[in-house]
């Protein structure tokens, strides 16, 4: 049942697809059409899964790196709150600075290697962890702290016991739009310095007139992308438990 | 309904559950004075009902008295004889908030959770209290499996497993439908039995099954009436007809009182 309707879609858009080339009669190196693309895909496998596997390593790096990271500096504006007050500018105006502009310092800071997509990534990704996780440990119920007050509770223990899981349906949301743009900070990374992975590939097949194999490997990286985003999704409903219960509640009181 | 052999006893021994000593309250919210130089003694090993309109300030002396609101008050709020150096309260709310990510079990133990203390001896004491109070088959799941009076019954033996003398409850069951209301009061009743209680309520029958006296709180700002003292030892039957006249005079009390 579930997997009908993501189906349909897929195999919706493929046809549109096909139907354009077919009846705009554009050259196939401007907009090949599905079946070239297969078919590039098939005669180019090697070099086009040696160079995923470098994209997956890097988005997958720097989502660990930047949830890490995101999550501790919410965790210690919250523990901290003088810290607070120095922090949040700080956050706020290294998102004022478009990350993309900061791509080709990271490459010359970082060098060709994965490290400057992964710093890319990683600068991408924590600000929507941080902010999202931030929002929900700071807006408990406030009738759960006064509970805990009038318990004598530890302040760490309420961060730990209250707070935090209280603020996990909020970071995972943050971690979902942040597995949802991770990819962009890698392919940028490689567009602007590189000699692997998906979008290094693009660049390379496209400078050569290969557009069927570039479109290959963009097919490749929206499968990358989808998975990514379809295991985060599950890991995070087990994360929050309680809420799928509820959810499952509802959904059959309807 | 219960019946209390304990209870001839418990009223000639001096309990050891400390009184509310409230002296020259003062507390103002911005623009808005809610008590004014107000003097209140909760009897220690007592249930004391605290009955009046809503916003009267009812809830906001609960608060004071529990030391979750402290900003604006003037005044001393003494628990027994003496200044312990820690409140002896434990506090129940008309929410019953459970944590909706720990189980039964664990949400009773919530107060030694919090202060580091969890220990297995006080979990097989919050298991046999779950046990008592009939939820044994429930202590492993979730509070989202649990009705809304089996919650709140959750929410008493959590306030219970405190083991403080002094419970502090802001209409607790008033969420409720009638029946579980008269089945949660009567369990409550008898496990806080011997401790200083002082509740909050809109409602004159929980009010007069339960309270050993009663307090009609009123006027801005606010003051109390003097103590109405049903008969017998709660919980009262509700349909006993001392009970039913006893309500009458006190809807009258609160309908003069409004007016003023």
């Known amino acids: ?117 992964i710093a890319m990534t990683v600068l991408i990704i924590f600000f929507p962890v941080t902010a999202a996780f931030y929002d929900g440990l700071r807006s408990t119920e406030p009738e759960w702290l006064e509970l805990a007050q009038v ?4 302040p760490m223990a309420v961060i730990r016991h209250i707070r ?23 392919i940028v990374g490689e567009w602007v310095g590189s000699s692997k992975g998906l979008g290094f590939y693009m660049l390379y097949t496209n400078a050569r007139m290969q557009i ?3 479109f290959a490997a963009l097919a490749l990286l929206c499968i990358v992308a989808l998975t990514l985003y379809f295991i985060v999704d599950r890991v995070m409903i087990k994360l929050v438990f309680w809420q799928k219960e509820k959810n499952e509640k509802e959904e059959s009181n309807r | 309904m219960h019946t209390h ?37 909760v009897k220690g090993g007592q249930w004391t009902c605290l009955i009046g309109p809503s916003g009267c300030g009812k809830s906001t002396l609960l608060r004071l008295i529990s030391g979750t609101l402290h900003e604006g008050l003037s005044g001393n709020i003494r628990f027994g004889d003496g200044e ?19 189980n039964v079990v664990d949400n009773v133990c919530l107060g030694a959770r919090l202060r580091n203390e969890m220990s297995g001896q006080k979990r097989l004491r919050a298991i046999s209290l779950l046990k008592d109070a009939g939820l044994g088959d429930y202590v492993n799941a979730l509070p989202s499996a649990l009705s809304g009076g ?9 306030t219970l497993m405190e083991e403080r003398s002094v419970i502090l409850m802001d209409e607790p069951f008033s969420a409720l439908d009638v029946l579980t209301r008269l089945k949660l009061q009567d369990l409550a009743a008898r496990l806080v039995e011997g401790a200083t209680v002082l509740m909050v309520t809109h409602d004159p029958l929980e009010a007069l099954r339960l309270g050993h ?48």
């Open chain 1, 151 to 154: 318990m004598n509770a530890k």
């Open chain 1, 1 to 117: 049942m579930n997997f009908v309707r993501p189906m349909v879609i897929l195999f919706g858009l493929i046809a549109i697809w096909q139907t354009i080339v077919l009846t705009s009669g554009v050259p196939a190196y401007i907009l090949p059409g599905p079946i070239k693309v297969a078919e590039a895909a098939m005669s180019h496998i090697g070099p086009l899964l040696d160079n995923t596997v470098t994209t997956v390593v890097e988005i997958i790096a720097g989502l660990f790196i930047g949830t890490f990271w995101g999550a501790l500096n919410a965790l210690v504006m919250i523990a901290f709150r003088p810290l607070k007050r120095w922090l949040l500018p700080v956050l706020v105006i290294s998102q004022a600075i478009p990350v993309f502009a900061l791509a080709p310092l990271l490459v010359l800071w970082l060098g060709y290697g994965m490290s400057s997509k």
């Open chain 2, 150 to 158: 089996m919650r709140q019954r959750v929410a008493l033996l959590r």
């Open chain 1, 212 to 214: 069927d194999v570039m």
């Open chain 2, 213 to 260: 006296r009663i307090y009609v709180m009123t006027g801005r700002p606010a003051t109390l009436s003097d103590p109405l003292v049903p008969p017998g030892a709660p919980p009262r039957n509700a349909g006993d007809p001392a009970i039913i006249s006893m309500q009458a005079i006190l809807i009258d009390r609160l309908e003069n009182r409004e007016i003023l």
């Open chain 2, 84 to 102: 312990g150096r820690r409140r002896p309260t434990a506090w129940m709310a008309q929410k019953d908030l459970l944590l909706p990510w720990l």
């Open chain 2, 5 to 41: 052999t304990k209870s001839n006893i418990e009223s000639d021994v001096r309990s050891t559950a400390p009184s509310i000593s409230l002296e020259q309250v003062s507390f103002s919210y911005p623009g808005e004075q809610i008590f004014h130089s107000l003097n209140f003694t």
């Open chain 1, 164 to 186: 935090i899981p209280s603020a996990l349906p909020a970071f995972a949301s943050g971690l979902r739009v942040a597995t949802a743009v991770a990819p962009i900070g890698a």
